[in-house]
Structures are given as structure tokens and as C-alpha cells.
């Protein structure tokens, strides 16, 4: 995976492309307001390209700058699960600092999207001299693994409407600053369906359900309405 670096747009011209970096401390970027310099490269993906694939070798994490992108698994017998979907501020590939040699999932950007890399070794060096982001990287993970629990529970114990509700939410970044209007990047049908495990058809009947008491604006574009809520606190 130490291709994935450079401006690369699409996976054709990738390799055409990978000498064409260049490396600047994160402090200059958004991404990283108030950290110390970490050494990274910006690459830029168009919308459907496969940034990493599942048994990939493992060898950089990567922070999400701009876009979004489908984290997926598949099983031996063929069938994909989506696992999750991330967006500006969130980290992936992070596994490599376990010592995991390769990818456990397959990330595909769903829309034109930004992130910056950074290699294993650079992010050891970052992890151990530079506190602030230390500190960041951290609280995102602990962050992400109480989610991961969440994410358990409400498989194993709540109904398809309230994992949709939740799910709808979640992506909408509800209750962080930052987010007014609660406006949904673009998802199909499927992939909804795939990340709370039921079917399309299920999906749908619920989408227009929710519509139809205002609890979304549904017009190709996804608005969460604040009272959607009610149905992930109704029991």
C-alpha cells in the first residue's frame, strides 16, 4: 500500500501519479487545527474509487480531510456487509499499529474525497513526541470503539425502525457542533440496508414512514429532522 500516495484520482492513472506528492506538517491544514507537525500526504479520490481493499498490505493510517467513505467486508462464501461509513475528522486503516500486516476492510469513497496519509512509522514518531495530537488520536479511538459496542447492542436487541433511526442519525452527525441543518452525504437504499442488516425493500417502507411524520426530508438528498430521535428513545 505504499502506492496509495500522491494526487490519484482514479485506480488506472494511480501509479502514474505516485511520485507526484509532496509533504507538508499537518499543522498548515485544517484537519489538524492546533497540532504539532506530523509529516503526511494529501490524496485526492474520485467518487467510487477503492482506496484500500480487504488483504491489502497494511503499512499507513489515514485521517478523512473532505468526502466520505463505505467501509465493507467480505466472506469467504462472496457476501459484503457494510460496516460503516466515514467522514471528515475520522481515521481508518489504523489497524497497522497493532501490527496487523493487512486490511481487514475494504474503503471506497463514496463522493470526491480527501484524506491525508500517513506512514506507520511517522505516525509512531507523531504518537510518542507530539502530545496534542497524541491526546487527539486517542480520544478518537476510544471514541470509535464505544461505538463499535453501541453498534452491537442495537444489532442485538432493538428493531429494524429504531437501527434505521439510529443508523440516519449517526450519519447525519447529530448532536455535534457544527452540523445545523443535519444533511446526509448521498447513501442508497442498499447501503442502508446492508449497514443495519435487513433489505432494501424494508429500508424503503421505513424512509417513507419517517417522511411522512416529518421525522426526514427525503427529495435525493437526506435532511434529519430533530424528531427523529423519537423513535431511538421510544421503547
Same mark, same amino acid.
Request: contains cysteine; hydrophobic residues 40%; positive net charge.
Given at each position: 500500500?505504499?502506492?496509495?500516495? =500522491?494526487?490519484?484520482?482514479?485506480?488506472?492513472?494511480?501509479? $502514474?501519479?505516485? $511520485?507526484?506528492?509532496?509533504?507538508?506538517?499537518?499543522?498548515?491544514? #485544517?484537519?489538524? %487545527? =492546533?497540532?504539532?507537525?506530523?509529516?503526511?500526504?494529501?490524496?485526492?479520490?474520485?467518487?467510487?474509487?477503492?482506496?484500500?481493499?480487504?488483504?491489502?498490505?497494511?503499512?499507513?493510517?489515514?485521517?478523512?480531510?473532505?468526502?466520505?467513505?463505505?467501509?465493507?467486508?467480505?466472506?469467504?462464501? =462472496? #457476501?459484503?456487509?457494510? +460496516?460503516?461509513?466515514?467522514?471528515? *475528522?475520522?481515521?481508518? =486503516?489504523?489497524?497497522?499499529?497493532?501490527?496487523? %500486516?493487512?486490511?481487514?476492510?475494504?474503503?471506497?469513497?463514496?463522493?470526491?474525497?480527501?484524506?491525508?496519509?500517513?506512514?506507520?512509522?511517522?505516525?509512531?514518531?507523531?504518537?510518542?513526541?507530539?502530545?496534542?495530537?497524541?491526546?487527539?488520536?486517542?480520544?478518537?479511538?476510544?471514541?470509535?470503539?464505544?461505538?463499535?459496542?453501541?453498534?452491537?447492542?442495537?444489532?442485538?436487541?432493538?428493531?429494524?425502525?429504531?437501527?434505521?433511526?439510529?443508523? &440516519?442519525? &449517526? &450519519?447525519?452527525?447529530?448532536? #455535534? %457542533? *457544527?452540523?445545523?441543518?443535519?444533511?446526509?452525504?448521498?447513501?442508497?437504499?442498499?447501503?442502508?440496508?446492508?449497514?443495519?442488516?435487513?433489505?432494501?425493500?424494508?429500508?424503503?417502507?421505513?424512509?417513507?414512514?419517517?417522511?411522512?411524520? *416529518?421525522?426526514?426530508?427525503?427529495?435525493?438528498? +437526506?435532511?434529519?429532522?430533530?424528531?427523529?430521535?423519537?423513535?431511538? &428513545?421510544?421503547?
Amino acid at each position: 500500500m505504499d502506492d496509495y500516495i =500522491g494526487n490519484a484520482t482514479d485506480e488506472k492513472n494511480f501509479h $502514474m501519479t505516485a $511520485m507526484e506528492h509532496h509533504e507538508t506538517p499537518i499543522s498548515r491544514s #485544517k484537519a489538524f %487545527p =492546533g497540532a504539532a507537525i506530523v509529516k503526511r500526504t494529501l490524496v485526492e479520490y474520485k467518487k467510487g474509487t477503492r482506496i484500500f481493499s480487504q488483504g491489502d498490505a497494511s503499512t499507513h493510517v489515514l485521517y478523512i480531510q473532505q468526502g466520505s467513505i463505505r467501509m465493507s467486508v467480505v466472506s469467504r462464501s =462472496g #457476501k459484503e456487509a457494510v +460496516i460503516g461509513l466515514l467522514g471528515p *475528522g475520522d481515521f481508518l =486503516g489504523e489497524n497497522c499499529m497493532s501490527g496487523l %500486516p493487512f486490511r481487514m476492510s475494504t474503503a471506497t469513497a463514496i463522493m470526491g474525497t480527501k484524506v491525508l496519509v500517513i506512514e506507520k512509522r511517522e505516525m509512531i514518531r507523531a504518537l510518542r513526541a507530539e502530545h496534542a495530537f497524541s491526546d487527539r488520536f486517542i480520544s478518537y479511538m476510544l471514541s470509535r470503539n464505544m461505538r463499535v459496542e453501541e453498534d452491537l447492542i442495537d444489532q442485538l436487541f432493538n428493531s429494524t425502525e429504531k437501527r434505521l433511526a439510529r443508523t &440516519l442519525l &449517526l &450519519l447525519a452527525s447529530y448532536g #455535534k %457542533p *457544527g452540523q445545523p441543518h443535519k444533511m446526509l452525504p448521498k447513501i442508497s437504499q442498499e447501503t442502508l440496508a446492508e449497514m443495519i442488516g435487513t433489505t432494501r425493500s424494508r429500508v424503503n417502507v421505513f424512509m417513507n414512514k419517517f417522511r411522512k411524520l *416529518g421525522f426526514i426530508d427525503y427529495k435525493g438528498t +437526506i435532511r434529519i429532522n430533530h424528531s427523529l430521535l423519537n423513535i431511538v &428513545l421510544h421503547d
